[in-house]
């Protein structure tokens, strides 16, 4: 009689281990991200450091509202509660776009 808890996920996306958000949020310190808060603006830069509230620490960080880039920042701190989600960002201008 099978349980059918193999520990395989279902609509896992065919990959050959689960992913958890942890395992996310570890492997993306360091990279470019984007960062959207509640009130929609959005933070673009590198992932410096966050822990289990969501604080977040960024460095090279760009504020943009409506698509509009509005403040460059050298470092920033975002409290946790203020986000809505982390993005792996595709495309930054220091990468020269691609």
Known sequence: MS????GEKVGSGGSASAKTPSDFLKSIRG???????N????YRGILAC???YMN????QTEE???GQLKNKYGDAFIRGNNVL??????RTL?????
């Open 31 to 37: 990279r470019p991200v984007v960062v959207k808060l």
């Open 94 to 98: 220091a990468d020269g776009g691609g």
């Open 39 to 42: 009130s929609g603006v959005d």
């Open 64 to 66: 943009y509202v409506n």
């Open 50 to 52: 966050l822990d289990g």
């Open 56 to 59: 977040i620490a960024m460095e």
């Open 85 to 90: 989600y982390i993005s792996t960002s595709k």
């Open 3 to 6: 349980t059918g808890g193999g």
